[in-house]
């Protein structure tokens, strides 16, 4: 009797944790869910009574039958347990596997980041922020230069200009000047060859 309460508890707790065969025809051992194989079984079985308690007499081969059934389902249940286990573990492993993916893409992005921001000249490491302020500090100073430069260039310019307009009127001034001392020197000339011709 206790054998029977017992197997009939562990009936109840299959039933409640949904653990199913495939059922077609209701009313049979063969076939159907295990909740229908037991009401099978408890309609089928003899009841009486004895001091006021009430008991059910189930046929041995109905009870080896359902115990069977309820075997197989557990068996049904531990593969598919089984399946979802390792279900489960390929998929921790799939995401183990995603996940080193994910840091090694990660550690990429930083490097790619890292080179695309600094890059080496004349062998040392420079950053592109850097290597831009020192070339408009650069471009700056050399711009600052091309105009000192340019004014220099400018007043030198002036410079020439007028030196050479001074030239010009100092060359001027001197052909006028040796002109006059050539009239001079003709005139002295004649005055003397005359003054020699008057002596004769």
Known sequence: MLKVLTLSSLLFLLIGSGSLVMAQDEGSLNSGTIDSQFDYVYSVSNSYQEKNQEYKIVKKTNLDKLKSNMLDSMRTMRQEVLGLKTQISSQKDSIGRMNTVLIQAEAQKEEAIANKENFTFLGVGIHK????????????????????????????????????????????????????????????????????????
Not at 179 to 197: C, G, H, V, W, Y
């Open 129 to 200: 922020t850097f290597y831009s302020s020192m070339m408009w500090l650069l471009v700056a100073i050399l711009g600052i230069a091309l105009a000192f430069f340019s004014m220099q260039y400018m007043g030198s310019f002036k410079k020439i200009k007028k030196a050479e307009n001074d030239l010009a009127d100092v060359q001027e001034e001197f052909d006028s000047h040796r002109k006059n001392t050539l009239d001079r020197e003709r005139k002295l000339k004649r005055e003397l060859i005359d003054a020699q011709m008057g002596k004769k």
